[in-house]
């Protein structure tokens, strides 16, 4: 009987993924002990309902997923145009909508909602892709992400937009076209860096985005030029990891953490907590449980059975990726600062949802492939 | 075909796996690297960065040193209490904060005042105090709204005190709040500065500056383990502050006020040294004010009506303001008379009233002018003429050599500052004093009147008691002095400040004694009998009288003459006169003549030290009025 339960419910996880799941959910739980001790039952309450959806989504059939694609991107492109119209205000952006019973944040729809839909539009033009399809993906891409960024919300703009553009990628765009983007964009970089004092002078104002966009970038190529200002979070969070040295001061201890230096250190900060209590072996323990999941996600797409499991798979662990390094390399001082949160650690009940939900796709798309050669 | 193009479509995804496995191991080896940089290459940069922001150093001010006078009386103390601070830097609109903070702590209008006159003076990061001495409720109050007003802080602080008020104001000085160029100057030393990094205030004047060093003391140190905020979280470790050194004083405070009152509301100044280690055993100039107003930053009503006073009280008359020193200067040129042997003792001349010099006519004071003169009498009933024809005789430059060696016009080097050299007359002083060659010759004719202490004679009252106490020393002149010891407040040892002979001035001791006993004989038969009539001791002294203005072929009356125009009165004299113990000079600005005002005080201060018989409350008579 108790046999036969855990045969159900084990069914449609994947061992593997699983293990390191809940070894980095654990991990979160032992990093906020230390970050924020006080949100330490949320965070246990986050991490049941991560895996609950988790096992929800594990147990959905991809092909059952494939009908969910269409109505879920229309609906969340709805909601970012209500946002956009009726949405709520803080901090200057417009990214909550209030629909009387609760608040909800249309963008976070898009993270799986975005990769759902492109994979499904590549499945029904199996075997008959044209480049006029790509275009189609890109248009179908843009609209979203276009929304999202006008918010301004950069941190999901670029998790969304990554995500279409993985599908994209996967599904085959030449590269004849993606390495001219490839260059253009390591030219665009060098150019701000290299021209950063003319273009990061107070009264230039750069195209398509708003000031404190801006100063994001130029703070992140001079953090000292402001260090009471925006280049407090970069310089503190990189003095939090530098302290840390190889071995870290130990859980609990480290001063920057404790003292408060780190600015959001429960949330997107987290990692320099890590870093400085933990040190580089932290670090590279939990890159090397990222390269994990991230491994086991895109074996995972490479042994799908259907176009759409195998480019949903692919996007879902890039995305992983994608989340993973933006927020690593912002926190360490190479990447601008976004809101982008650390996966699986980060406080936070909604990222760790749409995380946990993207992680039993991929469980499900697992678990089918074996169905059916069984 | 079909079959074929899904397997051909399979493998190319299997490539796109791969290169996407590769993008992101480059990715992550990126991070690696960057990691490596912060925590392995950069580490101890980024650890000492860490530190410093964890690690504050609090300075923890050193409690100031305390001033008592020679009998252990305390003249200046320390105390805490509770300000009021506000940082301009972290306020947004400081008058709204103001008003808000009105409503829980009592703020006048000098308050507001004197906050805007800090305002002005200071930088807008410096916390300025609003409010001192908050009262306990006040203090709760505020803690109890504190997250309303960001930038306002409650200190507790230490505060100067002096709790005798105006009484030896000029001596004592006062501390006040450290200004732009005095924070200049101590950034100059990387030493000094450490040690006033937690000090608001600075001695300003008398005592208090001229003894900073001494009474400041070593500003401790507190590790302070603080968050990001500023807040202090734990002590990590402290280094107690070293309390500043006590100063012990020759003066004796009861002495200084006796003086002080016997001036009553009359300006003037008094110096008084004890000859044998020229130990000051009273400073005073008056009028006085109270230091206590400049502590916490004087407000600008109370500076206007100290700096606009026409009796100048911020003046310190006994060591700044010159004035001619009259008769009183006749028994020094009779001493010089004797030394350089242009006079004997015994030399007599006729005073029919009047000296003439070419065709200008010098008068005496006297009408008819006093008959017979010798020294003895010139000195006793103060002849003028005598000493015209004495100035005539001795000429500029012997009068100018002989006064210079007792320390006319030169400073006598008290330990405070604020000292003038006054003017001692020379053709070499006139020479450099004007422009104009017609003005820079020495006329003969200016010599006579330096004679009886005027012309361009200007001592200060500090050079006429120490030429007095010189001379009531047999001519061994000491470095006046007012501190006696230093205390160190850590070990409690006592330093003397040893009495300094500056040099003996070369004089013969019958010399001195003739001028003595003529001295003594002025407080006995002559000008200066009626003040110290029955005196049990023996008092040498001099009367003088200083014209302020010259009156041109007019009698001089006192009552015709507006007040501010009255002639100012000295007295010099030491007592007892055998063996002296207390030497002092006096003048009463515009208080006529030197025996009826400056006498009387000389007298009340004698009978106190020498008797310690306190004044009976009597108010001492008022200018003018007999």
């Known amino acids: ?374 | 075909m079909e079959f074929k193009t899904a397997e051909e479509e399979i493998s190319r995804f299997r490539k796109r796996v791969l290169a996407a496995t590769v993008f992101v191991l480059i990715c992550f080896s990126l991070l690696i690297a960057r990691f490596v940089w912060l925590q392995v290459v950069r580490y101890d940069y980024y650890r000492t960065r860490a530190e410093d922001n964890r690690i504050s150093l609090v300075p923890i001010e050193p409690n100031r040193g305390l001033i008592v006078d020679s009998q252990g009386v305390v003249l200046t103390r320390n105390y805490s209490a509770y300000t009021l601070e506000i940082t301009p830097a972290r306020v947004a609109n400081l008058d709204a904060t103001i008003d808000e903070l009105a409503a829980l702590v009592d703020i006048q209008p000098k308050d507001r005042k004197r906050f805007k006159k800090l305002l002005d003076e200071s930088k807008t990061f410096e916390s300025l105090p609003l409010r001192n001495r908050l009262t306990d409720e006040e203090v709760a109050r505020f803690i109890a709204q504190r997250y309303r007003f960001p930038g306002v802080e409650i200190k507790a602080r230490l505060f100067r005190q002096y709790p005798n008020g105006e009484l030896a104001s000029h001596l004592l000085g006062y501390i006040g709040r450290i200004n732009d160029r005095e924070k200049k100057e101590i950034e100059e030393d990387e030493e000094r500065a450490a040690n006033y990094r937690g000090s608001d205030h600075i001695g300003k004047a008398g005592l208090e500056q001229s003894y900073e060093e001494e009474l400041h003391g070593i500003t401790g140190f507190e590790q302070v383990e603080v968050d990001a905020g500023g807040r202090a979280v734990r002590s990590l470790a402290r280094t107690p502050a070293v309390p500043g050194n006590k100063l012990i004083l020759t003066v004796d405070i009861q002495l200084q006020k006796i003086a002080e009152e016997a001036f009553g509301n009359r300006r003037g100044a008094l110096v008084a040294i004890e000859p044998g280690s020229g130990g000051v055993l009273a400073l005073v100039s008056k009028p006085t004010y109270d230091p206590n107003l400049f502590v916490d930053g004087i407000d600008p009503q109370n500076w206007d009506a100290l700096n606009n006073s026409p009796d100048h009280p911020l003046l310190h008359r006994a060591i700044y303001s010159a004035y001619p020193p009259g008769s009183t200067f006749k028994p020094f040129m009779a001493l010089g008379a004797l030394t350089t042997g242009k006079r004997s003792a015994t030399a007599v001349i006729s005073d029919p009233g009047y000296f003439w010099f070419g065709n200008h006519q010098f008068r005496d004071d006297k009408k008819g002018g006093h008959g017979l003169v010798d020294m003895h009498k010139s000195i006793v009933v103060s002849c003028d003429t005598y000493y015209y024809s004495l100035a005539n005789d001795m000429g500029i430059d012997l009068i100018a050599n002989f006064m210079g060696q007792l320390g006319f016009g030169s400073r006598t080097g008290i330990d405070i500052s604020g000292e003038s050299t006054g003017v001692l007359p020379s053709p070499a002083w006139k020479k450099k004093r004007f422009k104009k060659p017609e003005m820079q010759k020495w006329y003969a004719g200016e010599t006579i009147s330096i004679g009886i202490g005027q012309g361009y004679n200007s001592y200060t009252i500090m050079q006429l008691a120490h030429a007095t106490a010189t001379l009531a020393a047999n001519g061994v002149m000491y470095k006046p002095h007012l501190v006696k010891y230093v205390v160190d407040a850590r070990t409690g040892d006592k330093r003397t400040i040893e009495p300094q002979p500056v040099k003996t001035v070369p004089l013969k001791q019958e010399h001195i004694d003739f001028i003595r006993k003529a001295m003594i004989d002025v407080t006995k038969y002559g000008t200066g009998a009626r003040a110290f009539a029955g005196v049990p001791y023996e008092v040498a002294g001099k009367t003088g009288t200083a014209q302020v203005f010259s009156l041109k072929g007019e009698q001089y009356r006192a009552h015709a003459v507006d007040e501010r125009r009255r002639d100012h009165a000295l007295f010099i004299a030491f007592a007892p006169a055998h063996d002296p113990k207390i030497a002092l000079a006096v003048l009463v600005e515009n208080g006529g003549f030197g025996a009826e005002s400056a006498a009387p005080i000389v007298r009340q201060v004698l009978d106190y030290y020498l008797l310690g018989k306190v004044p009976q409350g009597a108010a001492p008579e008022q200018p003018g009025e007999e």
Not at chain 1, 259 to 277: C, K, Q
Request: aromatic content about 10%.
């Open chain 1, 1 to 374: 009987m108790l046999g036969r339960l855990y045969k159900r419910i084990a069914a449609p996880i994947d061992p593997f993924l699983f293990a390191l799941v809940a070894l980095l959910l654990a991990f979160a739980c032992f990093v906020q002990l230390s970050a924020s001790p006080d949100r330490i039952q949320a965070q246990l309450m986050n991490t049941l309902i991560g895996l609950l959806v988790m096992w929800i989504a594990a147990s959905i059939p991809p092909q059952r997923l494939q009908h969910l694609a269409v109505p879920l991107y229309v609906l969340g492109v709805l909601l970012l145009i209500a946002v956009a119209l009726f949405g709520d205000s803080a901090k200057g952006a417009k990214r909550w909508l209030n629909l009387k019973v609760m608040r909800i944040q249309p963008s976070e729809l898009l993270k799986i909602g975005m990769p759902l839909m492109l994979a499904w539009y590549f499945q029904q033009r199996e075997g008959l892709l044209k480049a006029r399809d790509f275009f189609a993906a890109i248009v179908l891409l843009a609209v979203p992400v276009g929304l999202i960024a006008k918010q301004p919300d950069l941190g999901t703009a670029i998790l969304v937009l990554s995500g279409g553009l993985f599908i994209i990628f996967f599904a085959g765009l030449s590269w004849k076209l993606i390495a001219p983007v490839i260059i253009a964009g390591i030219i665009g970089v060098a150019a701000i860096v290299s021209a950063q004092d003319q273009i990061c002078a107070p009264e230039v104002r750069w195209p398509g985005m708003r000031d404190y966009q801006k100063h994001r970038i130029c703070t992140l190529l001079a953090p000292a030029s402001d260090p009471l200002g925006k280049g407090f979070h970069t310089i503190q969070s990189s003095i939090a990891i530098g302290s840390g040295g190889s071995f870290g001061k130990g859980w609990r201890n480290g001063t920057q953490t404790q003292l408060e230096f780190i600015p959001e250190r429960h949330t997107d900060f987290v990692f320099a907590v890590i870093s400085e209590e933990l040190g580089l072996i932290g670090n590279l323990g939990l890159l090397i449980a990222y390269i994990l999941v991230i491994g086991r996600g895109l074996i995972i797409a490479a042994n799908a059975t259907s176009v759409f499991s195998r480019l949903l798979a692919g996007a879902l662990s890039l995305s992983f990726f994608t989340y993973a390094f933006v927020n690593m390399g912002m926190v360490s001082g190479i990447l601008p600062v976004v809101g982008v949160p650390l996966p699986l650690i980060s406080y936070g009940g909604t990222a760790l949802v749409t995380l946990c939900l993207g992680l039993g796709i991929l469980m499900s798309i697992a678990h089918n492939r074996t169905f059916l050669q069984s």
